[in-house]
């Protein structure tokens, strides 16, 4: 690998980890947002997705430039894909983050839940931590650690099921609730999609280290498990 690659491959990893704190930025101030049933902070949300779109764009310039004009060796070539792919990822969970905000603007006014709203928090918390992690795995190279991360995903899967049964439940029919339940569960499948997104992330960064293309979630099986019989 040449000093030139070497010096522009540098570049495109901070600008990837720039626009994964951006993402988790948004993730934070969208769920706050709803937390706190504030709309202003909402709206502010989702004026901000441009921002985390220009990251994609940028990143997707550089990547393509360095692999036409670089000529890089399979190795380097490997890291610049990953960072392609997975800043892919990180843009879809930033538009998840834009979902979540106009669900806050969605039922602004309308009488709320409290038991849910904290599954929903416990859950958003699950989510921030484990991009952080993956992030940080993607940035150290750490495969073993990708792998882990991935794992977490199951408790992200339990926890949506549990929100979606606790919004269900005959003791939440009241027609009152209608409005916010039906966020509820708009909300916690955009923070379970994120989820699976962090996973791809992982599965990027594992084959940014090793060459290897692995499946780290089985997500439909998990999902199925979880599903009351019939």
Known sequence: ?????????K???SKFMDMGITVSDQIYRSTKAFADHDKEAAQAVVLADHQINE??????KQALYMMALQQPVATSFREVISVLKASSDLERIGDHAVGIARETIYIKGNPRIDRIEKMIANLTDAIRKMLEDSLNAYFKEDAEAAKQIAKTDEEIDRQFVAIRKAVTSKENEDAQHAAAKASYLMVARFLERIGDHIVNISEWTVYSK????????DDQKRM????PEQ
């Open 55 to 60: 990251h994609e764009t940028d990143l997707e």
């Open 210 to 217: 090793t060459g290897r293309i692995i499946e780290l979630s």
């Open 11 to 13: 570049k495109l990893q």
């Open 224 to 227: 199925e498990d979880h599903l």
């Open 1 to 9: 690998m040449g000093p030139q690659f070497q010096s522009e491959l």
